[in-house]
């Protein structure tokens, strides 16, 4: 798996837009890009992922550069129970034995009122 | 109306203890996980497991073992109980392939 780096903390104003930032220059064609995040004491929640295009749900942006070498999660309205550590994950789609993802030190992001 | 759940939330066992922690998924997802997050907060995959494959991650020790009764449980055995294993451990499920997965609440296991 490619390996991800990203900013140790963020911190974000509440009702600003969050941009957490990650970089994985080593990506190979086939890897995906996923995000999570853990709320303190709980389980990670899965954001949002992509391939090569721009993605968008409910919950967040993901915006992936040309060459696919970084990307940015956006929450466009940040809250302050969007405090959490997010992880940026490059990982292979995995057939039927599942995804096995490798996550790191994660971005914590605290949104301040 | 939990979709992943575990059982117990807390553990406290001494060292030498064999233990299991339980999971349950009402999903109807056929894939299931392990992952391991240690006092450094480093959360790391032990294993993936569907009625197909058993992927095991290669630095978790045999001590640790799935086991699972049936496709909605998963359940996680250690034997011989160290210091070490002191740590949240948290299942998850999915489909199989599928990119987004469904974590439970965590289980946090202290070795005394």
């Known amino acids: 798996d490619a390996k991800t780096t990203q900013p140790t903390s963020m911190d974000c104003a509440e009702g600003r837009a969050a941009n957490l930032p990650c970089n994985h220059s080593t990506i190979s064609g086939n890897e995906y890009v996923y995000w999570y995040r853990q709320i303190h004491s709980q389980g990670p929640q899965y954001i949002i992922h992509?391939?090569?295009n721009n993605e968008t749900n409910e919950m967040a942006s993901l915006i992936i550069t040309e060459d696919r070498k970084s990307s940015t999660l956006i929450l466009p309205h940040a809250t302050l129970r969007d405090t959490a550590v997010y992880y940026c994950i490059v990982r292979v789609a995995s057939g039927e034995g599942g995804n096995q993802f490798y996550f790191g030190t994660g971005t914590s992001l605290t949104v301040i009122p | 109306d939990t979709a992943v759940s575990q059982t117990p939330k807390y553990l406290v066992t001494q060292m030498g203890n064999d233990k299991s922690i339980k999971c349950e998924q009402n999903?109807?997802?056929?894939?299931m996980y392990w992952y391991k997050q240690d006092s450094k907060k480093f959360l790391k995959i032990m294993f993936s497991y569907n009625n197909k494959e058993l992927i095991i991650n290669e630095t978790v020790p045999n001590r640790f073992s799935p086991k699972s009764p049936d496709k909605a449980h998963l359940n996680l055995h250690i034997n011989s109980l160290e210091l070490g294993d002191s740590a949240v451990y948290f299942c998850?499920?999915?489909?199989?392939?599928?990119?987004?997965?469904?974590f439970g609440p965590g289980t946090r296991l202290t070795v005394t």
């Open positions: 999903l109807g997802h056929d894939t």
């Open positions: 992509g391939l090569k």
């Open positions: 998850a499920s999915s489909q199989p392939g599928a990119h987004e997965q469904y």
